[in-house]
């Protein structure tokens, strides 16, 4: 009677095989993680341009005027997003008849680089808003977070053809504040000065967020979206990579920043 042979692995010849396999997932995996990255980025392009042109939509709607941050003749106060109440009412947000989408968790008011759970979130309730900040102080200074500064001053609320340089003017963008040495998300997209009193002071929490491998993803008055790069602005505070960009107010944040005071 003839014995069969059987052929299988040594143990050596086992541990190389794992270890080449091993090998090859550590050198698969930082390609994933860039082709995840790059599908968050483009997805919030994507979100932020849809934003954009609810925004001008609002505007188109309403006289030319365009959407202000906060309107602080209701109560509660209504935000672009929705309402601070407990639960936020997203339906009453000003922006919503003109996306039909809501705010909060896995929606276009959420940045998919910023998900739900890695960030402190605002608001009593402490329900997902939005990780996108608008540039309302621009647009509406009567209605911003800066209201009670800007009453002197000699801003008014613009309507969509008083715009200046609307290809480089943010409306919204990546937004993160930092809080206590945390980050935090923020609905106001802040600069590097804000209003005070009879002037600009400086401004030490602006929020714009580049979290997306150095850039920050941003919508523009004219209707396009694109991604900003982090050296063509500051970072104020690098664990969060929160900053703002260009040198000053002018041409993203304020451009007649001049005028104002």
């Known amino acids: ?48 341009r849809q934003l954009g042109q609810g925004w001008q939509m609002y505007g188109d709607s309403n006289d030319g005027y365009c959407m202000p941050q906060v309107w602080f003749r209701s109560n509660p106060w209504i935000y672009w997003w929705g309402a601070y109440t407990n639960p936020p009412v997203y339906s009453a947000g000003l922006l919503y008849p003109y996306v039909s989408a809501e ?13 739900w759970g890695s960030y402190i979130p605002q608001g009593a309730s402490r329900d997902p808003t939005t990780t996108y900040g608008y540039n309302g102080l621009c647009f509406c200074p009567f209605h911003s977070a ?30 993160l504040i930092e809080w206590f040495g945390s980050p935090k998300n923020c609905c106001l997209l802040d600069g590097p000065k804000v209003p005070a009193g009879a002037g600009w002071t ?60």
């Open 1 to 48: 009677m003839r014995r069969q042979s059987f052929c299988g692995f040594t143990l050596v010849e086992l541990l190389i095989t794992i270890s080449v396999i091993s090998i090859l997932v550590s050198m698969t995996m930082p390609a994933l993680a860039r082709a995840r990255g790059i599908a968050r980025s483009v997805q919030c392009v994507q979100n932020l």
């Open 103 to 115: 705010a909060g968790e896995g929606g276009i008011f959420e940045c998919p680089e910023q998900p």
């Open 202 to 261: 400086e401004n030490k929490y602006p929020t714009l967020c580049f979290r997306h491998r150095g850039s920050a993803a941003v919508c523009f008055a004219d209707g396009h979206a694109d991604k900003v790069p982090k050296d063509s602005g500051h970072v104020t505070w690098a664990a969060g990579s929160v900053g703002y960009a260009g040198d000053g107010l002018a041409p993203h944040y304020v451009p007649n920043w001049e005028s104002w005071f």
């Open 146 to 175: 800066w209201d009670a500064s800007v009453t002197k001053a000699n801003a008014h609320w613009l309507t969509l053809d008083e715009i200046k340089s609307s290809s480089q003017v943010f409306v919204f963008a990546d937004s």
